[in-house]
């Protein structure tokens, strides 16, 4: 008999827990448990909603992480600027292979590779081929592409 009257109070304060947990005015079980079971699917869809928010951050920080190139005409050569919050390990030595393989030579530049990573190159093209700004800035997004790839 005691053991009885144990288990109903333990169950009375089980119930006035998901009460006040689940922030219910209902008196009797069935409501508090229909109460409970509504608060549930809130943060059910609390979480869902968190989700997608986390997904979305995420996505507008790798667009914000890609690194931004500028190539400039001088004369027969280039001006390149690479700003990059995040520096990828062997970036460097991908873009100037990029160069080499247009056949630009690099008469002057600037590197910093610790935390972010900039370059400043001055490149003069070969007078045998002809490169347009458009066609060393495309080069070099997909040096950074690939050198992405494989971090």
């Known amino acids: 008999m005691v053991s009885r009257e144990h288990k109903k109070a333990g169950l009375r304060e089980q119930l006035q827990l998901l009460r006040s947990v689940t922030h219910s005015n209902a008196v ?3 409501s508090i448990l229909g109460d409970a079971a509504r608060y ?3 943060l059910k869809q609390k979480v869902v909603k968190l989700n997608q928010e986390i997904a979305h951050a995420q996505s507008a920080v790798k667009q914000t992480t890609m690194p931004k190139v500028t190539v ?3 004369g ?6 690479v700003v990059s919050i995040k520096n990828m390990p062997g970036l460097l030595v991908s873009v100037l292979e990029a160069f080499e393989e247009l056949g630009l030579h690099v008469l002057e530049a600037r590197a910093s590779c610790a ?3 900039r370059l400043e190159a001055v490149g003069g093209e070969n007078q045998e081929t002809y490169v347009d700004a458009h066609l060393v800035k495309e080069a070099v997004l997909q040096a950074i592409r690939k050198c992405s790839e494989q971090d």
């Open 115 to 117: 935390d972010s990573f």
């Open 28 to 30: 009797d079980k069935t």
């Open 72 to 74: 400039q005409t001088l």
């Open 40 to 42: 549930i699917e809130e």
């Open 76 to 81: 027969t050569g280039f001006l390149i600027k």
